[in-house]
C-alpha cells in the first residue's frame, strides 16, 4: 500500500487543492505569457496561440510520432514551438514503475467486456464527475454541457479508447500517450484561462482574500468557451485551482475505481489480480497526465476510501447555483437517447 496514500488526511487534501502540474502549466505560461488588464480583445496574440497550438495537436496522431517531434508549418512563433518541444519530449516517458504485463492485461479485460464497457464509462464513471462541485462547475461553464453532453461523452471516449486499445500506452503505433498528452495541456489551458495566468504563482497575484473578480463579456456575441472561461472569476481559498491535483485523482477514480466497482455491483467482478492490472494501467495514464502518485489507489479497497473521503469532501460544500443536476439528467438522458433498443432505454438511469 501506498505509505502516502495511508497517511492522507483534511489537510493534505486541502493542499492538493491548491496544487496542479507545472510541467504543464509553466509549457502553457511559456506559450501565452503576461495577459492584458480586463478582457483581451477578440484578437489578442493568446487567443492566437491557444489556436496554434490546437492546430498542432493534430500532428500528435501516434506514440511514434512523439519521438523528436517538431512542429510542422508556417508562422509558428519559435518560443511557442520550443516549449511545445519541450513538454512532449518531458511528458511522453513512462514511470520506471509501469508494468507492461498489468498493462497489457487491463487492456485485455476492457476489449472482452466490449460494449460493457463503454456503457459502464458513460453511466457509472462520468456522472461520478459531476459530484465534486468546482470539478462540475469548470465543465459546466467549458461550453455549457448541459447543451453539448453529446460532445463531452466523445471528448472523453477519444481519450479512454485510445489509453485501453492494444498498444496504446507502450507500442509505437499506439495513441494513448499522444492522447493523454493533449488531455493534459488542456487542462493547464482550463487553469491558466480562469486564474488569468500561470497557477504556480496564482497565490501571488490574487488579492489576499483569493477572489479572482468576474469580468464584463461584450453582449455583441456570444463569447467563445475560451472568453467564458477567462471572465468567469474564481475564489482560490475557497474552490482551489481549476483543475487541481484533488479534482485530476478523483477523475482517475472514476476511470479506474468505478468502472471496476461497477462489474461488482453487476456480479462480474474481476479477481483481485485483474482488478490491480486495470487499476494499475490507470495509474500509468494517471502519470503521464501530471497526477502526483501519492493520490493513486493500487487495490479496490484504497479506492473506496480514497472516493468516500472526496466524495464527502465534496458534498459537504454549499453549491449556489448548483450545476450537477442539470448535468446528470442531461446524460442520462443523452445516453438513453443513443440506446437504439426500446427496452434497455431505462438502463443509463
Known amino acids: 500500500m501506498n505509505p502516502r496514500l495511508r497517511a492522507a488526511n483534511e489537510a493534505e487534501l486541502n493542499a492538493m487543492q491548491l496544487d496542479t502540474d507545472p510541467l504543464a502549466d509553466d509549457t502553457i505560461a511559456r506559450i501565452l505569457g503576461p495577459w492584458p488588464a480586463g478582457m483581451p480583445a ?41 516549449a511545445l518541444q519541450d513538454y512532449v519530449a518531458a511528458g511522453q516517458v513512462l ?62 471516449a477519444a481519450m479512454i479508447f485510445p489509453v485501453m486499445l492494444h498498444g496504446g500506452l507502450t507500442q509505437p503505433g499506439g495513441t494513448g500517450i499522444a492522447q493523454v498528452l493533449k488531455v493534459r495541456l488542456i487542462h493547464a489551458t482550463i487553469r491558466n484561462l480562469i486564474l488569468r495566468g500561470n497557477p504556480q504563482d496564482a497565490r501571488h497575484r490574487i488579492r489576499g482574500d483569493g477572489l479572482l473578480p468576474a469580468l464584463p463579456l461584450a453582449a455583441a456575441a456570444p463569447p467563445t468557451m475560451h472568453q467564458a472561461l477567462y471572465a468567469r472569476g474564481w475564489n482560490l481559498l475557497e474552490q482551489g485551482a481549476p483543475c487541481n491535483q484533488e479534482e485530476l485523482a478523483y477523475t482517475l477514480l472514476t476511470f479506474g475505481y468505478v468502472f471496476l466497482r461497477s462489474m461488482r455491483r453487476l456480479g462480474i467482478g474481476l479477481p483481485p489480480a485483474d482488478e490491480e492490472a486495470y487499476l494499475h494501467a490507470w495509474n500509468v495514464v494517471g502519470h503521464v497526465l501530471g497526477i502526483d502518485s501519492a493520490l493513486m489507489v493500487h487495490n479496490m479497497h484504497q479506492g473506496e476510501s480514497l ?43
Open 95 to 156: 514511470p520506471s514503475w509501469a508494468d507492461h504485463r498489468k498493462i497489457e492485461r487491463a487492456e485485455q479485460l476492457f476489449m472482452e467486456h466490449g460494449a460493457l464497457s463503454c456503457i459502464l464509462l458513460f453511466c457509472a464513471s462520468l456522472p461520478e464527475c459531476y459530484v465534486i462541485p468546482d470539478l462540475s462547475s469548470v465543465l459546466h461553464t467549458a461550453g455549457q454541457l448541459e447543451q453539448h453532453t453529446e460532445h463531452r461523452i466523445r471528448s472523453t
Open 42 to 82: 477578440p484578437d489578442a496574440s493568446q487567443w492566437q496561440a491557444i489556436g496554434t497550438v490546437n492546430r498542432l495537436f493534430a500532428q500528435w496522431n501516434s506514440n511514434a510520432a512523439l519521438h523528436q517531434w517538431r512542429p510542422e508549418g508556417e508562422g509558428i512563433a519559435p518560443a511557442l514551438a520550443q
Open 307 to 349: 472516493m468516500e473521503q472526496m466524495q464527502t469532501r465534496g458534498r459537504a460544500r454549499p453549491v449556489a447555483p448548483d450545476p450537477r443536476p442539470a448535468l446528470g439528467t442531461a446524460l442520462m438522458q443523452t445516453m438513453a437517447h443513443a440506446i437504439p433498443w426500446k427496452l434497455a432505454k431505462p438502463f443509463p438511469r
